[in-house]
C-alpha cells in the first residue's frame, strides 16, 4: 500500500478542495489502455479536469496514463474520448484487487473536450 494512500476521511477533505463539480455516470463506463487495449476500469465520476476511476488492476503512483472511454451524447450515442491522464491518488477498494484511483486530466483534444464538457452539462448531478 502506498503511503499516499488515503483513507474516506482523508478523501473527504480533499473533495471539499476540488474547484470543479463531479458527476457520477448513471451507467456503467468502461476505461481502457490506449496503449494496450487492455481494460483498467470504470469511471466513478468526472470532471472538466479529472476523474476517478474504479481500477481492476495495479495503478502506479503518480504515473501518466492515455485512456479511452465512451460518453453518450444527448441522443444516447457513445462518442469515444482519449485522455492522458496524471495519477493523483489511490484508496483500497471495498473488493479484493479493487482500488479507486484520483487522475488529472493533462492532455485532452479540443473536440474531446467539448464531448465532455456537453455530457457533464447534460448528465445528472453528482452527490457524493
Not at 489511490?90 to 479540443?110: A, E, M
Amino acid at each position: 500500500m502506498s503511503s499516499r494512500t488515503r483513507s474516506s476521511a482523508g478523501m473527504t477533505s480533499m473533495n471539499d478542495k476540488r474547484r470543479l463539480p463531479r458527476k457520477r455516470p448513471d451507467v456503467p463506463l468502461q476505461v481502457t489502455d490506449a496503449m494496450t487495449g487492455d481494460v483498467v476500469g470504470r469511471i466513478g465520476n468526472i470532471s472538466r479536469d479529472g476523474m476517478m476511476l474504479l481500477a481492476l488492476r495495479p495503478i502506479r503512483d503518480d504515473a501518466l496514463y492515455q485512456f479511452c472511454f465512451h460518453l453518450p451524447d444527448p441522443h444516447g450515442r457513445l462518442q469515444p474520448l482519449e485522455v492522458g491522464v496524471h495519477e493523483q491518488w489511490s484508496s483500497s477498494g471495498t473488493l479484493h484487487g479493487q482500488n479507486w484511483v484520483g487522475f488529472r486530466f493533462i492532455d485532452i483534444s479540443p473536440e474531446d473536450e467539448r464531448v465532455l464538457q456537453e455530457w457533464l452539462v447534460t448528465a445528472g448531478d453528482f452527490h457524493g
